[in-house]
C-alpha cells in the first residue's frame, strides 16, 4: 500500500531498444541517485519498454529543474517518454459517490492516517446521504442530483469543481452513473472506478443476489480506467476470493464491499506511485 516516501521517482517509457536499461541506471549513478528499488519490462509483442526506478540523492544538493533537463537530452535518443515525482508529492483527488458509504468511508480513513498520498479537494455526490462523513473529514461535499435531462448540467458543475480545485485525479467510489463520452474523454488516464467482478455476468440491481442462485465460487472487484465503455477500462487491479454454499447472500455482498474497499485502495496508491503505465488500450502495472 501506498506510503510517504523520501525516494524520488523516475517513470518513463519508449520503444524497445539495445541500452534503454542502461540509459536511465548509468544517468542516475552520474548524479549521484542510488536506486532503491527498478522496475522494468519489455513488451516483445508490442515492442515497448517500460521502466520504474525509485533513487535517493547521494550529493549534497539536488536540481530538480537540471536533473529533468539532462535526462531530457539523453531521452531524446530513445525516443522516451518519462515523469519525475518528488518525495512526499500529494496527488490533489475528488471523490465521487452515490449512496454506498464503504468505498467512502475505507478511502477517508485511509486518507486521514496518512496511508494515500491524497490531498482530497471535495466530495461528489448525487445524493445527500454521505454528507455528514465528508463533513467530520472537514471536505467540501457537493449535492448534485442528475437526471436524464439535467446530466449535461450535473457534469458541466462537476467540471467546474475539478478545475477549481486544481485536482488530477477522480475517484468513482460506487459512483452509480454513467458519465458522458465528453466527460470520459477529459478525465482519460486520471478517473479510477470501482465494481464488482461478477459482470458482466450478473448485470443490474442485487447481482450478489443473482450469483448466489447460480452458486459462483468466486467474488471479486475490479479497479480501472475509466473510458467510453462501461465498466471496460483498462483494468489497473483486481481482487477475488473463494467463497461456497455456506455463502448466502448478504454474506457475499459484505465480502465483496471488503475486496472493492481493497482494491480500489490498491489502485489508487499504484496510480500515486506511479506504477501504472498506460499503451494501446492498456495498463502495466508494477506492484508492491
Not at 55 to 71: K, N, V
Not at 72 to 90: H, I, N
Not at 93 to 105: G, T
Not at 138 to 165: N, S
Request: proline share 5%; net charge negative.
Amino acid at each position: 500500500m501506498s506510503r510517504m516516501s523520501d525516494t524520488w521517482i523516475l517513470a518513463a517509457q519508449c520503444p524497445s531498444r539495445l541500452g534503454t536499461v542502461d540509459v536511465v541506471t548509468r544517468f542516475l549513478k552520474e548524479q549521484q541517485c542510488y536506486i532503491t528499488e527498478l522496475n522494468s519490462f519489455d513488451d516483445r509483442l508490442g515492442g515497448r519498454f517500460f521502466i520504474r526506478a525509485e533513487f535517493r540523492p547521494e550529493c549534497d544538493t539536488f536540481d530538480e529543474a537540471r536533473f529533468d533537463a539532462d535526462f531530457l537530452a539523453r531521452a531524446r535518443e530513445f525516443d522516451m517518454q518519462f515523469e519525475l515525482t518528488a518525495p512526499g508529492k500529494r496527488t490533489g483527488a475528488v471523490i465521487m459517490v452515490s449512496k454506498a458509504d464503504h468505498c467512502l468511508n475505507d478511502l477517508l480513513y485511509r486518507y486521514r492516517t496518512g496511508q494515500l498520498a491524497l490531498d482530497i479537494k471535495a466530495v461528489v455526490s448525487n445524493h445527500p446521504d454521505l454528507e455528514p462523513l465528508a463533513a467530520w473529514h472537514g471536505l467540501p461535499y457537493y449535492y448534485l442530483p442528475i437526471t436524464p435531462e439535467t446530466k449535461l448540467q450535473q457534469e458541466a458543475q462537476v467540471r467546474d469543481i475539478i478545475a477549481e480545485t486544481d485536482a488530477e485525479l477522480v475517484v468513482l467510489a460506487r459512483y452509480m452513473q454513467v458519465l458522458s463520452p465528453s466527460m470520459c474523454e477529459l478525465l482519460a488516464g486520471r478517473a479510477i472506478n470501482i465494481h464488482h467482478s461478477l459482470l458482466p455476468g450478473f448485470k443490474g440491481a442485487k447481482p450478489y443476489h443473482q450469483a448466489y442462485e447460480k452458486g459462483v465460487k468466486l467474488v471479486g472487484a475490479t479497479a480501472h480506467y475509466i473510458n467510453n465503455d462501461l465498466d471496460e477500462g483498462p483494468i489497473i487491479a483486481q481482487g477475488v476470493e473463494s467463497v461456497d454454499h455456506t455463502h448466502y447472500p448478504e454474506d457475499l455482498v459484505a465480502k465483496g464491499r471488503d475486496i472493492e474497499c481493497l482494491t480500489l485502495a490498491r489502485a489508487i496508491s499504484y496510480h500515486l506511485e506511479r506504477r501504472v503505465f498506460f499503451y494501446s488500450g492498456r495498463t502495466v502495472v508494477f506492484g508492491n
